[in-house]
């Protein structure tokens, strides 16, 4: 890897990553179709994903997470959503493997160390 050719850099080999998937001319304000219509996409997918109020988390390599959100943008264009905005923020690390889930449970444990 060479900071001096940056376009034949890889891309990070892990990730975590948080998006939010906002269909835009629905015809009603709700989009928990759309949102079903995506988890059901992504439990199909095999990669470790956790819905929550809004958005999901990713974790997978850099680039099965942006090709999975891509394919969520294709699933719901392809059901008949003309305009779709992501908001994606992804993270990634070097020093050290950790997942979504990895870092909540250090952040309950410093909580729980509270109740003492």
Request: glycine fraction near 8%; include cysteine; charged fraction near 20%.
């Amino acid at each position: 890897m060479s900071a001096s050719e940056p376009t034949k850099l890889p891309t990070p080999s892990a990730c975590v990553a948080d998006f939010c998937i906002i269909p835009i001319g629905t015809p009603t304000a709700s989009v928990s179709n759309e949102v079903a219509q995506v988890q059901r996409l992504l439990k199909q997918t095999g990669v470790k994903y956790s819905m929550h109020s809004a958005g999901t988390t990713l974790e997978g390599t850099w680039d099965e997470v942006m090709h999975i959100i891509g394919q969520c943008h294709s699933l719901l264009h392809a059901n008949g959503v003309v305009r779709i905005q992501s908001d994606i923020r992804v993270g990634s690390r070097t020093d050290k493997k950790q997942g979504f889930e990895d870092k909540v449970a250090k952040v309950e444990k410093l909580l729980a160390g509270d109740q003492g």
